[in-house]
């Protein structure tokens, strides 16, 4: 009986220790500010359809826009499909000689769930990407089981970025590195 109490209890702790800790969720709703890392969740499950993919100015930003449609829906109000933003920096390593070289090309790289239809022209990315002053290259790849898919953005270096909802759009803003 002794035994089976000090197992209780050790085991009790362990869960209240346990319920101490504090975990960081990924962050669902936009945080308002640029950052060159992190991670970034949205959207509603089901079927939707990518639109369109376009650029222009946004003050002292650089706008990326991807527009979504709902099968049977209008498009005021239509959902995004469920998303992940991912920034991923620049890594530089020593070289044989020391000079630091570029290992991996900083990117930003959208997942989308459940695209039933999607309407990106790759030969309209070469246009998109000679307006920008951030995207060096963009890489739309093809979809798999579920109609899961992924684009990505090569960046010219580490730009801070800032993902952020509209009714049946994602925003994301490229903002011009500060510099000391």
């Known amino acids: 009986m002794k035994r089976f109490l000090s197992t209780v209890l050790l085991s009790t702790s362990f869960v209240c220790a346990l319920g101490a800790v ?4 990924v962050p669902r709703s936009a945080t308002g500010d640029y950052r060159t890392e992190g991670l970034f969740q949205a959207g509603t499950p089901g079927p939707k359809n990518i639109d369109a993919l376009y650029n222009r100015d946004f003050g002292s930003a ?9 099968p049977g829906k209008p498009k005021s109000f239509s959902n995004i499909p469920e998303l992940q933003v991912q920034y991923e920096g620049e890594e530089k390593v020593l070289s044989d000689s020391g000079e630091l070289i ?25 246009s998109l990407i000679r307006k920008s002053k951030h995207v060096k290259a963009i890489t739309l790849y093809p979809a798999i089981e579920g ?10 270096g580490n730009v801070p970025f800032r993902p952020s909802l509209e009714a049946g759009r994602l925003l994301l ?4 590195p500060a510099r000391f």
Request: aromatic share 10%.
């Open 173 to 176: 803003d490229l903002k011009e």
């Open 22 to 25: 504090k975990l960081d969720p």
């Open 62 to 70: 650089e706008r990326w826009v991807i527009d979504f449609s709902e």
């Open 102 to 126: 570029v290992a991996r090309e900083p990117k930003v790289i959208l997942k989308f769930r459940s695209i039933r239809k999607n309407a990106l022209d790759r030969d309209r990315f070469a």
């Open 147 to 156: 109609g899961d898919t992924a684009l990505e953005f090569l960046l010219k």
